[in-house]
């Protein structure tokens, strides 16, 4: 509201330098009034210095609405994204994200900067300059009015076109996006194959797009200038015509004429802003299109209305015929088992068998198309996401830190721990050791995604994590995968010590580490198709034998 007061003091100066233009051509000119000439040359610094004021004041309110708006946008889209399902970043490119948080929340401060200052600045100033027109002479205003319906009908006309060009710029940004992510998360890759060349052409083609597009806008929203020039000067010629005729055939006014001449002059610029506007606003606002239909997403994965908060007595985890597809290809068809309680139960069987699935439903990464999972007999729908997975600690075979101190990747297990249990939770996962040796020691950055330290080190740092959790239920998935043979021996013996008295979920294809396990659950294309002991699976001769025998020379080995 201060922002449209400032906007509307600009308006009513600039409405007031053509309004004097009058009196200086009467009074000046013609009467060759000398005080007169001191109280106009006053009126015009005094209106100058109040126009620049308010400009002043408008501009630096508007930049603080705007940039306060951009970051309230961007915490909204943030808390929005990382509220969604799995699904929804499987189904998303990075490039997508990052555009609709960047680029969309920009589009929202510029098509409202553009609507505010339309309607405050350059209606407002159109408004009070047609006031002086209409006052000075109502005819000439109407010849100058009729240039408008034919502006308006070619103005359309462009709009339509700049939106479909919009939306096509959006797309081609969104690859430039994917591809640099691509580009640096995969840069070993890039380098031993040598695809740079196929890489640049992806991103000329990317760029090139984008550059095409938004030449395409440009040249769109150039074309109101001909348009409001041509049509423009038609309607100056016009006025000068009627208004030389009026003053030296009609004996009319000379100071009432050149008032209206500088009023049509200065509203001239305002006009021309506002035929631009709807070509301008057409483009941002696709931006915002997009920004509305990622936060009007619904978040599936929510707690129910009634959801308590939940503490593991026991931890015995069921799995009760659940059947759950990644789209339409189907991951787990009737899964049913029971881990029991304080136990080691291990999850073995071909890639694409369904295992990780059943940890990401544990997690309630996803939700389940039918059946039910309990954790001491109760839902996990039931209860808070966030007590849910504070009950539950996870080190999975992709690890991932994120690009912060060690320090603080180990303390997301626990962000309230102290140093001492931070370092203990490290000595325990075998960390400690090649912690110290890296300047700055607990204080070194693991890099982006840890890229800072070796795949074998990142491991240990995610069991370590998990140790200074010390939830009551441990979910392993391949978490000694990167690891050379001492310091898996190393980390089986900390794991051991984590496991006990813990219900702990073990999925490992290396069955040598899983022999030991008090249960051995083994699924095949979604299902449990054996369960026991290691000796019992092995006498058994079923898929769980075979298994072994591809692993081992000999079925001693196995035993």
């Not at 196929?198 to 990317?206: G, I, S, T």
């Not at 997690?363 to 999972?373: A, K, L, M, Q, T």
Request: aromatic share 6%; with cysteine; charged share 20%.
């Amino acid at each position: 509201m201060l922002a449209f007061v400032f906007m509307g003091l600009v308006a009513a100066t600039t409405a007031a330098t053509a309004w004097i233009m009058k009196d200086v051509v009467n009074e000046v000119f013609i009467n060759r009034e000398i005080t007169m000439v001191y109280a106009i040359a006053a009126a015009v610094v005094v209106i100058f210095v109040v126009k620049g004021a308010a400009t002043y004041g408008q501009t630096l309110l508007l930049q603080r609405i705007g940039n306060n708006m951009i970051a309230n946008l961007q915490r909204r889209i943030y808390q929005h994204v990382v509220q969604q399902g799995l699904t929804y970043f499987d189904e998303t490119s990075f490039g997508d994200i990052g555009t609709r948080l960047s680029h969309n929340s920009r589009a929202a401060r510029a098509a409202l900067e553009m609507v505010i200052t339309s309607l405050g600045r350059d209606v407002f100033t159109l408004i009070g300059l047609l006031f002086v027109m209409i006052a000075q002479d109502p005819v000439m205003s109407v010849i100058a009015l009729v240039i408008m319906p034919p502006v308006i009908i070619l103005v359309t006309k462009l709009v339509r076109r700049v939106r479909k060009v919009a939306k096509s710029q959006f797309v081609s940004m969104t690859d430039i996006l994917s591809l640099v992510k691509e580009t640096a998360s995969g840069i070993r890759i890039v380098k031993a194959f040598g695809v740079e060349g196929f890489l640049k052409e992806r991103m000329d083609k990317a760029i090139g797009d984008v550059e095409v597009q938004s030449n395409k806008i440009a040249r769109l929203t150039a074309r109101t200038s001909p348009i409001m020039e041509t049509l423009g000067g038609l309607a100056v010629a016009g006025i000068i015509l009627y208004g030389g005729y009026s003053v030296i055939e009609l004996d009319k006014d000379p100071g009432g004429f050149f008032a209206f001449i500088t009023a049509l002059l200065l509203s001239y610029e305002p006009a021309k802003r506002l035929a631009r506007l709807n070509v301008a606003l057409s483009n941002q606002l696709v931006g915002v299109r997009l920004m509305y239909e990622l936060l009007d997403r619904p978040v599936v994965l929510r707690d129910k209305p009634d959801a308590r908060n939940f503490t593991v007595e026991r931890g015995e985890v069921a799995f009760e015929n659940i059947v759950f597809r990644y789209k339409d290809a189907p991951a787990l068809t009737g899964f049913s088992m029971v881990a029991p309680p304080g136990k080691v139960t291990a999850l073995v069987g071909a890639s694409g068998a369904g295992k990780s699935t059943a940890f990401s439903l544990l997690e309630r990464f996803y939700d389940v198309e039918s059946g039910s999972i309990s954790i001491d007999g109760i839902d996990i729908r039931d209860v808070t996401l966030a007590s849910l997975r504070d009950n539950i600690a996870l080190v999975n075979q992709d690890t991932f830190l994120f690009d912060l101190s060690i320090r603080d990747n180990i303390a997301l297990g626990r962000t309230d721990a102290s140093e001492a249990e931070i370092m203990e939770a490290a000595k325990a996962a075998n960390a400690h050791g090649f912690i110290m040796e890296l300047p700055g020691g607990y204080g070194a950055s693991a890099g982006e995604g840890g890229l800072q330290l070796s795949g074998g080190q990142r491991q240990r740092i995610a069991i370590a994590r998990a140790m200074l959790r010390d939830a009551p239920i441990l979910l392993l998935d391949e978490a000694t995968s990167a690891l050379d043979a001492e310091a898996e021996a190393k980390i089986q013996s900390a794991l051991s010590r984590l496991m006990a008295g813990r219900t702990t979920l073990v999925i490992a294809h290396r069955l040598a580490t899983v022999r030991d396990a008090d249960k051995i659950v083994v699924l095949d294309r979604g299902k449990v198709v054996e369960e026991g002991t290691h000796d019992e699976l092995f006498a058994a001769d079923g898929i769980y034998r075979r298994l072994c025998d591809l692993q081992f020379r000999t079925p001693d080995a196995a035993a």
